[in-house]
């Protein structure tokens, strides 16, 4: 039988139901991917996964709030905040190398973080967008801390 390998975006919502139950769902989302147009679709129902994987449709009239669960991205934090913890972090430890390491120790470390954390080893798996924030933020953070040993 056939199966459409079509990729779906999700979210992680709290939906509060007009029981006042909250209910910890992952809600297929729009084109768009903003929470408010899947909210406003015509449609009179949510399409939701719930904790074990079962597919539930959710009507729209049984809903009082919706919470967003998602992490903020990379680019809504706060500028300040990030440079200043990238500056503070130790490269020895950001590198997994002892202090006093070798030029070519540091060099080797180097590389093996990079190939563990590079976005492009992560990008053809399905991963929450969290995820590859996360890895592309490692990689800054890796490549300043090498600059840093290397001088």
Known sequence: MYQSRERVNRTLVVLTLSDDTDVTVSMRMPLSNRLADALNAPD????????????????????RAVRSMELPKADQLDLDARQAGLADADPHAVLQVEKGASPEDIRHAYHRMARLYH???????????EIKDYARAMLVR???AFEQLRR
């Open 44 to 63: 009179m129902f949510l399409d939701v996964l719930t904790a074990s994987g079962e597919q539930r449709y959710i009507a729209k009239s049984d809903i």
């Open 142 to 144: 890796i490549n300043l």
């Open 119 to 129: 976005p492009d080893r992560i990008a053809a798996y399905e991963l929450p967008a």
